[in-house]
């Protein structure tokens, strides 16, 4: 992963076979970034996307093998407890230019993934609801 | 509906049966924003989107029922007249991960919907366009 | 081609027949932007759109012919030596709501595209990846 510092957040590339999910979380971390939001354009080798049932009140969850562009990731970075959580959702294309998308489980960088990630100036809460099991924000 | 005034935003909540242009149009009409930006994520219970025929000069309509998850949603905020307008763009995906899109006319939100929203330092005005019939930027 | 100054960056609106890549990068040389980020939604009228395969190097294209909605154009903008590089995906939806993506080659506008543009405050370079044989951001 790389990263440059830009006007109120930051530009970041992340490598091949790095988890989307897994490798920012870590950077928030290390920055102590706990409010923000995000999007970028790339390429992943595999991926696990889900979709919510509010009738079951849970994820079902579909892999995809093999490579596929990601035409738009957007995401949004909240706290829960001590916890920084991110919220993405993902549209990825095949080489027939067919797309599949979803709630963004995890998924493994292919060639390159660029994104712009920039802080918001208060912080933001998830809870969990009971109404529909999810951590919605709490604002 | 929640919120919470960020830098020169709000991050916005859409909760389970809002409507996602009648409740954004609301909101801004109360905050007295009339020019801006938003990107979100999130889900819907059911949405009516549209593609654009340039050759018959209107929209066709296809109502999707059923829980779809938000993978984009991607708007802009200008006036036309005295009216706050939203045109916003849709990516939608089901269980099976298969995307549909296109203009968002209107859909009600299922679990969630997290929306960026951000406001411009000047106005943006729509006036309609004879060749199109479209209400375009005036810029 | 028309735009707005705005906050750090432009509104700009794009017109019929204009090429989406073709008109933002002459649009940026003009402003003499090097470095920065943008969203939009419209619609085109013929597109190419390119999947990149990592084990050949080499990206595959696909033309769509036929009025396309834009549902979603992601993007950045960074140097290449003294060349301004417009990187961007964007995903497309027909007229059953059906939608394609990938890497955007290139684009000729329907009946409009409404971009936010926003100006980095440091610049980004790309520069050739072996590896991938692509031109990866050098940060």
Known sequence: MRFKQINNGYIIRLEKDEKIIETLTG???KK?????YFSGIGAVSKSEIAHFSLDRK???YKALNGPLEITSLLGNIATSGSQVIIHAHITLSDSKMNVY??????????ATCEII??????????KLDKTTNLNLLDI
Chains 1, 2, 3 share one sequence.
């Open 58 to 60: 849970e994820y079902s």
């Open 32 to 36: 102590k970034i706990k409010s923000g």
């Open 27 to 29: 950077f928030l971390k």
């Open 101 to 110: 998308g979803g709630h963004l489980k995890e998924a493994a960088i292919g």
């Open 117 to 126: 990630l920039k802080k918001n100036n208060k912080n933001l809460n998830r």
